[in-house]
C-alpha cells in the first residue's frame, strides 16, 4: 500500500506566536462577541465575526467558536494554553504569516 506523504508543514524558520492568556485584555467597547479561536491563522479572543473569519475560514482543521462572555471565553483558552492545543497556522505569505524581523546583507 502507497503511504500518503504527510500534510506541507509551514516554514521552521518562522514561528506563529501563540499569546499568552495574561496578554489578552478583555474590549473596552462592547463587542459583537467573543469568538475564541483554538486552531487557525491566529489564536486568541476576537471580537466580530469578521475579523474570527479572516482567521479561520479555508483553514483545515480549524476550531473556533463563540463564548458567552469574555471571561467564559478567557477560561477555555487557557485551559487550550495550558494543554497544548493552541496552534496557529498561518497561510504562507498571508496576513497572519509571521515576519521576516531581519534580511540577511547580500
Known amino acids: 500500500a502507497a503511504s500518503r506523504p504527510s500534510a506541507p508543514r509551514a516554514s ?8 499568552h492568556p495574561s496578554d489578552l485584555a478583555e474590549p473596552t467597547s462592547k463587542p459583537e462577541g ?3 479561536v483554538i486552531v487557525g491563522q491566529e ?3 476576537f471580537y466580530t465575526w469578521k475579523d474570527t473569519a479572516l482567521r479561520v475560514l479555508e483553514i483545515s482543521g480549524a476550531i473556533y467558536y463563540k463564548c458567552k462572555t469574555f471571561q467564559q471565553a478567557l477560561a ?4 487550550a494554553y495550558d494543554k497544548g492545543e493552541l496552534r496557529a497556522i498561518p497561510s504562507p505569505g498571508g ?4 515576519a521576516v524581523l531581519r534580511t540577511p546583507s547580500p
Not at 521552521?12 to 499569546?19: L, N, Y
Not at 477555555?76 to 485551559?79: C, L
Not at 496576513?95 to 509571521?98: G, I, L, T
Open 12 to 19: 521552521t524558520s518562522r514561528t506563529a506566536v501563540i499569546p
Open 95 to 98: 496576513p497572519f504569516w509571521p
Open 34 to 36: 467573543f469568538y475564541l
Open 43 to 45: 489564536v486568541g479572543i
Open 76 to 79: 477555555d483558552y487557557t485551559a
